[in-house]
């Protein structure tokens, strides 16, 4: 992209270092409430490309279907991948029972293998222990 380029960011989410390395490069990020606040301002133009976070489990242009913009907007390629956490929180009345249902879960699909066939469908190309 040219420098200069006004890319469409969502406003919190952290995005990869691959999206990152945009700025060094000239391009400008503009922030949006949500992804689908980033399509509609590229489908009226105000931007000269979005950055939306998707995954697996939604198809490709679910955002722009919810947006309404899937007819003016087309999605081009993949740009680096975000690795996820989850947090609970000590200060929360409910975050350390949170926390133990959340390790039970993980312990009941390990030992049941759905953790495995899990892993196997996301990571083919890596060998499970």
Same mark, same amino acid.
């Given at each position: 992209?040219?420098?200069?380029?006004?890319?469409? =960011?969502?406003?919190?989410?952290?995005?990869? &270092?691959?999206?990152?390395?945009?700025?060094?490069?000239?391009?400008?990020?503009?922030?949006?409430?949500?992804?689908?606040?980033?399509?509609?301002?590229? &489908? *009226?133009?105000?931007?000269?490309?979005?950055?939306?976070?998707?995954?697996?489990?939604?198809?490709?242009?679910?955002? &722009?279907?919810?947006?309404?913009?899937? %007819?003016?907007?087309?999605? *081009?390629?993949?740009?680096?991948?975000?690795?996820?956490? =989850?947090?609970?929180?000590? *200060?929360?009345? %409910?975050?350390?029972?949170?926390?133990?249902?959340?390790?039970?879960?993980?312990?009941? =699909?390990?030992?049941?293998? &759905?953790?495995? %066939?899990?892993?196997?469908?996301?990571?083919?190309?890596?060998?499970?222990?």
């Amino acid at each position: 992209m040219p420098p200069g380029s006004v890319v469409g =960011i969502t406003r919190d989410y952290e995005y990869s &270092a691959q999206v990152t390395a945009l700025q060094t490069s000239g391009v400008v990020f503009e922030n949006s409430l949500s992804d689908l606040t980033s399509l509609q301002k590229l &489908a *009226a133009r105000r931007f000269q490309v979005v950055l939306v976070m998707n995954n697996d489990l939604e198809v490709r242009n679910q955002k &722009a279907k919810q947006s309404g913009t899937e %007819d003016v907007v087309r999605f *081009a390629f993949n740009c680096g991948v975000e690795n996820s956490t =989850i947090g609970f929180s000590l *200060a929360h009345p %409910d975050g350390l029972r949170a926390l133990e249902m959340y390790d039970e879960g993980y312990r009941r =699909i390990k030992a049941n293998g &759905a953790l495995k %066939d899990i892993h196997m469908r996301w990571f083919p190309s890596l060998h499970w222990p």
